[in-house]
């Protein structure tokens, strides 16, 4: 056998078509000749989605300084006023007068020529475009029903935070952590999921003492970075981007970000903010209610605290998993193979269960009975058992259990492993045991 050479995901194309193909990923409305930078995660991709979700809402949730939330994605209109998203949360835009191309200002340089029609001299004056889409709620077409999809989830987390905090007797620093949709008419979105107009958000806002942001900060970007890495990430593949002082959001006093090697180049994937009390003071001032926090542990002093928030999306966390899992093996000899080395946790699909006759149907079904509700598995009793578990390998199913005519005598299946493809025999008494030893997360 040759020596096994191992490459990386070299392009985003080859992705695209591995998601097309197996599952993953279909462009939105396709039959209808899609909708731009619009996409639908299909049965593979929205097991993948959930298995991101749940091992974010675990870590973040499942201790007792935090607590979740699922707010609505239409909210007052003046929210977005008090946040300074109407005013502040626009990109600076140009159009090529030849061609009609938009780009935004900050990702081109305006005197040269544009990069659609090749004409120099062409583009407009930058002006400020506000990425939120907005809509109207109820019968009545007239500005006084505008709302607008939220382009943060953070919003609903500062309106509910008193709500939180009194319902669920919290003392500071205690958080509150939510996922769900987000909605920017983005100016140029493209490179598959990475920049979308509907994406989803994982988002958490730990509210803290004033003066205690350094702390917090440091905290926060220590264990945000370890669920990457736990997520299977490899470190080799992470970066911190601070953003300095003339780079900050309008609410922000210190902020870093993580970011992910795409094949695309480097990308944030993740932010770690200090918003300060801007947020609170802002929708104090904006709907005359008091948000202060009266501190039993500091002589019933009032304050409004300030918020450290971890904002992650799960597309791009989802993009990046991928990114990082897919692997091209060559053991030379045509012995190659494309395969997915997903952390157990985040693969989509734990267990194949592959008779290798259709006369073995019968026990193997009665297996895949037993374990499918503890893990979700796929049953494939379709051609050679070698492409069966190419298959398999290329949407980086960790364990293939296969039932052979030996089965019927000594009550045993052959285990595969997706990375070292090492099989032992398991006798079938002991295969929930086996997984359970394997799938603990
Ligand atoms: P960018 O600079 O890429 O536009 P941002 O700094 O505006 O991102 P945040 O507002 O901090 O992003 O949002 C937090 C996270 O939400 C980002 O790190 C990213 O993972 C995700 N996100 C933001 N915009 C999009 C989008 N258009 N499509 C997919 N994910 C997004």
């Not at 993009?319 to 091209?328: G, H, K, N, Q």
């Not at 000899?333 to 395969?339: G, H």
Request: glycine share 6%.
């Amino acid at each position: 056998m040759g020596e096994m050479i191992e490459s990386n995901l070299e392009s985003m194309s080859e992705l695209v078509s591995l998601c097309k193909r197996r599952g993953y990923i279909f462009q939105s409305s396709e039959i209808y000749g899609g909708l731009a930078s619009c996409w639908d995660y299909g049965p593979l991709g929205v097991e993948l989605k959930n298995n991101v979700k749940s091992r974010w809402w675990k870590a973040m949730t499942y201790r007792p300084d935090i607590e979740g939330i699922d707010a609505a994605i239409l909210m007052h209109p003046d929210v977005w006023k008090a946040s300074g998203h109407i005013d502040n949360f626009t990109d600076p835009l140009v159009d090529c007068k030849n061609c009609k191309s938009r780009f935004r200002a900050d990702n081109i340089d305006i005197n040269a020529a544009c990069s659609n029609c090749g004409k120099k001299d062409t583009f407009t004056e930058p002006r400020n475009f506000n990425l939120m889409f907005k809509t109207q709620m109820g019968p009545i077409e007239d500005t006084s029903a505008d709302v607008y999809l939220r382009p943060e989830t953070a919003q609903g987390i500062f309106v509910n935070f008193l709500n939180v905090q009194g319902t669920m007797r919290k003392k500071l620093p205690f958080g509150i952590a939510q996922i769900g949709k987000a909605f920017r008419n983005e100016i140029t979105p493209g490179n598959f999921i990475f920049r979308t107009r509907e994406f989803e958000q994982m988002e958490m806002q730990y509210f803290i003492k004033p003066g205690t942001q350094k702390e917090a900060m440091e905290d926060w970007k220590e264990r945000r970075h370890k669920w990457h890495v736990d997520n299977g990430l490899r470190p080799e593949n992470l970066r911190w981007a601070p953003h300095d002082s003339d780079n900050l959001a309008h609410y922000a006093d210190m902020a870093t970000d993580i970011e992910f090697k795409f094949p695309i180049g480097w990308g944030e994937m993740e932010g770690i903010h200090s918003r300060t009390d801007f947020d609170l003071k802002q929708h104090q001032e904006h709907s005359g209610k008091k948000l202060e926090y009266v501190d039993v542990m500091d002589g019933n002093k009032k304050y409004l605290p300030y918020v450290l928030e971890t904002s992650v999306g799960c597309d791009r966390t989802l993009l990046a998993l991928m990114c990082d899992a897919y692997r091209v093996e060559n053991k030379g000899e045509d012995n190659e193979r494309v395969v997915m080395r997903f952390h157990p946790a985040i693969a989509p699909i734990k267990v194949a269960v592959l008779p290798l006759s259709k006369k073995l149907e019968e026990p193997a079904k009665k297996l895949l009975e037993e374990i499918q509700m503890d893990y979700k598995c796929e049953y494939d009793v379709s051609q050679s058992i070698g492409k069966r578990y190419r298959r398999q390998d290329e949407i980086g199913t960790p364990y293939c259990i296969t039932i052979d005519f030996d089965t019927l005598e000594d009550k045993a299946v052959t285990v595969r492993d997706r990375d070292s493809m090492v099989q032992e025999r398991v006798p079938l008494d002991k295969i929930s045991d086996y997984l359970r030893e394997r799938l603990r997360f």
